[in-house]
């Protein structure tokens, strides 16, 4: 069976206060392969498909994928990181111009700076030493 995303329409819906977007299941998605290369260290326990079983985890993992997305609709992207690189994107048929001005995060992930303190309080976030 395959993993669940981290967060829901509905979810994001009460985190923003509104109703959730249009496309809000991709830019959802979207949003969580973000996270998840956020979380490339981190350990914390799953069941067999991958998803969290700590209620607290899966909390903070639903927060960051919301705060991400919240991101995204308060820059004007759309979970691509076009808004970053280029001044206009047009889908179909593809039309990209003007560079717009280039980041370091570009080349990366760019957390929002609520996701990646979700991560951070829930200790999910590399750095974190366990001792047994």
């Known amino acids: 069976m395959a993993r669940q995303p981290y967060a829901t329409p509905e979810a994001l819906a009460a985190w923003l206060g509104t ?13 969580c392969q973000d996270i998840d290369s956020a979380l490339l260290t981190a350990v914390y326990p799953v069941d067999e498909d991958g998803d969290p079983t700590d209620p607290a985890v899966a909390a ?9 997305v ?8 759309d979970g691509t990181g076009a808004s970053g690189v280029w001044d206009s994107v047009s889908i179909g048929p593809v039309s990209l111009s003007g560079r717009g001005k280039s980041s370091s995060a570009t080349a990366g992930v760019e957390l929002a700076p609520r996701a990646d303190r979700a991560l951070r309080r829930a200790g999910l976030t590399p750095g974190r030493v366990i001792a047994w």
């Open 60 to 68: 903070a993992l639903s927060d960051a994928v919301c705060a991400q």
């Open 70 to 77: 919240e991101y995204w609709i308060a820059t004007g992207d």
């Open 19 to 31: 109703p959730a977007p249009a496309g809000a299941e991709r830019m959802i998605a979207r949003a």
